[in-house]
């Protein structure tokens, strides 16, 4: 239980030693790459999988039935208004933060027609807590490169930047937060739902923590 210490992004060989700079490093933004092509194959088992979205689109799915928005332009919405949150957490955005969006969005385009789909509940249950998994590892890779973070995970290092909890708590809570906002405006959710939620702050603990065996500290 461990990775329930991390209490901050590790800084490894490939990370960039800043994370806007208009020259980074070729070795971080291949891992910066690597990670979102990752996060979004998880992204995409746990589409695949059809037993709960991640909290943020049961988020997206309340605000469309106050608004009466389209589910994308929920999500953009969502996704402006937490970059404003960065302001007082004192965020720096990079690459990363507009890679995050492209490259994860085509990677679900790509892999969702490939991904194999399967009929018994239990098995696409396991199918979407791999999902998530495999998200939080991504999440890790990408994060670590220190490119910038995506909207949602900035936020998470900024609360834990301020709170000084660990990042598996942080981003826990925030996950739960923002699953009780969405379903209180009429979001759906279902067992991916809460496997997301409970599981993807220790997920991408564990994959920060298997990457600093594996790598040595800068």
Known sequence: MSFLSVTSVPKLRWSSPRAFTLKPPLVSVVFLVLGLVVFGLGEALLV??????????????????????????????????????????????????????IIIALVLDFALPLLPRFDGFAVNALLALAGVFVTGFGGAIYLVANLGPGPRDGLMTGLQAVTGLPIALVRTLLELTVVVIGWALGGTLGLGTIFFALGIGPAMAIGMQVLQLRSPAR
Request: glycine share 12%; hydrophobic share 50%; no cysteine.
């Open 48 to 101: 695949t999988a059809g037993v709960g979205v991640s909290p943020w689109t049961v988020f997206a799915e309340g605000v469309t039935h106050v608004t009466g928005w389209s589910l994308g332009f929920a999500t953009f919405a969502i996704s402006v208004s937490v970059l404003v949150l960065w302001i007082p957490l004192r965020q720096t955005p990079g690459l990363g933060t507009i890679l995050n969006a």
